[in-house]
């Protein structure tokens, strides 16, 4: 299991130098009038998730430092892979990045045949934040912890439903906890969180395993049941909620939103560190750190390598996962 040797790989080597991608060709000016222009932030899920919460955010901060615009570009569709894609084939000026769940990116080449390479087209920036998830349901389904939840569903067969992006890291943690538990439940399609979210609190599916920032909103006002979360420890902010793993059968089962920033690759390393640099510093800010704490989100800058390499080993991971279910998307 990853427990938090994750957290703690990413957490140890955020602000360091950034030196990797000093063998990329450079395609513009250095980066030392950068940038000259409005800056696009592309999400490759619908408006409302995770992804586009933290671009916002960021957003505002970037412009308060580099006095241009961002433009946040929401392009869903194929489990993040066409707003992916979208930027893996823009311009590799600087001035169009990915924001999304990097661990989605992880299990992309895994399962989908792609006409791009997430490893190979697009250049790591940093990664932004760790978010676990919240294992929540619906109100009305009678079950108040991961025990009950797991008798309920091996009580029911392929009767309890959980919405999710097919193919996602979201997607493979719930196949672990199924798989650990000897469950079966059916997985339906979204084309992201916030549409995976409203088919829960609409009554359409019981169950929902998605990060905390876009999630507990709705658990504080009543529209969806928290059951338990997926972090190593159980969080201060909610300390009697327990832990996934606390559970008969999931011990060491972590699993949460990993959030990172990409450029298409060949965009020139003075950007990428002039940009990573200026991420490390605006996640280290004093309201930027509290606004993510209070929902559940941590902040997490790193160097390229460092989340070059926790994808690679994820990829890597899931594959594994692949095997041991035979799990395969057409299925």
């Given at each position: ?202 009554g ?28 190593e ?17 999931l011990?060491g ?18 950007i ?42 994820e ?16 299925n």
């Amino acid at each position: 299991m990853r427990s938090l040797a994750l957290c703690s790989i990413l957490g140890c080597a955020a602000f360091l130098c950034i030196a990797g991608a000093a063998a990329q060709t450079p395609a513009v000016k250095p980066a030392a009038s950068f940038p000259t222009k409005p800056i696009r932030i592309i999400i490759p899920y619908p408006p409302g998730g995770t992804s586009d919460i933290l671009a916002r955010l960021l957003g505002v901060k970037i412009t308060e430092a580099w006095s241009q615009s961002v433009l946040v570009d929401s392009r869903s569709g194929a489990n993040g892979n066409i707003g992916s894609e979208f930027v893996a084939r823009a311009p590799a000026d600087g001035y169009t990045y990915l924001l999304t769940d990097i661990g989605n990116l992880s299990v992309a080449p895994n399962v989908f045949k792609l006409s791009y390479d997430p490893h190979k087209d697009l250049a790591t920036v940093t990664t932004v934040s760790y978010s676990p998830h919240l294992l929540t349901t619906h109100p009305s389904l009678p079950v108040k912890t991961t025990r009950e939840l797991i008798a309920l569903a091996k009580a029911n067969p392929g009767k309890l439903n959980l919405p999710t992006g097919l193919g996602g890291a979201t997607h493979f943690a719930a196949m672990e906890f199924a798989q650990r538990t000897g469950i079966n439940w059916v997985y339906i399609g979204t084309r992201g969180g916030s549409d995976s979210s409203r088919s829960v609190m609409g009554g359409e599916t019981e169950i929902l395993l998605l990060g905390m920032l876009q999630t507990l909103p709705h658990v504080k006002n009543g529209r969806l049941k928290l059951i338990a979360v997926s972090s190593e420890k159980r969080l201060a902010s909610l300390p009697d909620t327990a832990t996934i793993s606390e559970a008969p059968g999931l011990a060491g089962f972590i699993s949460g939103s990993w959030q990172g920033m990409l450029a298409p690759a060949r965009t020139p390393p003075e950007i990428i560190e002039k940009v990573n640099a200026e991420m490390a510093r605006i996640l280290a800010t004093p309201d930027m750190k509290e606004k993510l704490q209070t929902q559940g989100t941590e902040p997490l800058p790193t160097s390229p390598q460092v989340m070059a390499k926790w994808m690679a080993t994820e990829k890597e991971r899931n594959a594994k996962l692949i095997k041991d279910t035979g799990f395969n998307i057409s299925n």
